[in-house]
């Protein structure tokens, strides 16, 4: 129990276009998700955290027009990198929590390695 | 930012038991302490969690000492496969990742 897929597993893009990451509680209904970014070598950045239906909140330094979050359901969260740029390459992992736990513990996904050229 | 201290390696025999100290000193109340790995290039695997008693599942043991200021994770009989980087996160709500710990299981 408790999975997390996303999808794409990687993609390959030019500068400039806009790239959509989807992440998929597979086996539970998740109330929260949560995007991050890891870069080579260094642990994962929280970048925003989505409750379905409602508007993503953002860290602090992460660019909200840039990262376009969207929690449409209990089981589907899509990050979306507009205009991406090279120094958008990066590792993006998602996380969901499950509905209704009396805890916190999240459930991660493969994570997406996103390549701009 | 992380409100946890763990070493940044550890290095450890393969079937000898694996203990991984974090210090959390200024964990509240009502904060729990998580255990998460990351083996490379593959997303953060949940390990344990724990509030103030010692917690044990299939994986590994959570040893919490009284004053909750810090804790032990320990991996019973060390593999290969538990080559990776631990984290240990004290929180509430979401899950903020400090450095962790590089574990090293040697042949």
């Known amino acids: 129990g408790a999975v997390v897929s996303q999808h794409p597993s990687w993609v390959i893009c030019k500068s400039g276009t806009s790239v959509k990451i989807e992440c998929r509680s597979l086996?539970?209904?998740?109330?929260?998700m949560f995007w991050y970014r890891q870069f080579p070598k260094q642990s994962l950045m929280l970048m925003a955290t989505?409750?379905?239906?409602?508007?993503?909140?953002?860290e602090q330094g992460v660019e909200k027009d840039k990262f376009l979050i969207n929690h449409a359901s209990l089981t589907l969260s899509t990050l979306t990198v507009t205009s991406a740029h090279p120094e958008d390459s990066s590792f993006y992992i998602c996380?969901?929590?499950?509905?209704?736990?009396?805890?916190?513990?999240?459930?991660f996904g493969p994570g997406t390695r996103l390549t701009v050229t | 930012d992380a409100k946890t201290t763990q070493p940044p390696s550890m290095d450890c025999a393969e079937g000898r038991a694996a203990n991984l100290p974090c210090n959390h000193s200024t964990i509240s109340g009502n904060e729990y302490v998580y255990w998460y790995r990351q083996i490379h290039s593959q997303g953060p695997q949940y390990i344990i969690h724990g509030l103030k008693n010692n917690e044990t599942n299939e994986m590994a043991s959570l040893i919490i000492t009284e004053d909750r200021k810090s804790s032990t994770l320990i991996l019973p009989h060390a593999t290969l496969r538990d080559t990776a980087v631990y984290y240990c996160i004290v929180g509430d709500d979401k899950i903020i990742f400090g450095k962790g710990t590089r574990l090293h299981i040697l042949p």
């Open positions: 996380s969901a929590r499950q509905l209704d736990r009396g805890t916190y513990e999240q459930y």
């Open positions: 086996d539970f209904q998740a109330t929260t």
């Open positions: 989505s409750n379905e239906g409602s508007k993503a909140t953002y």
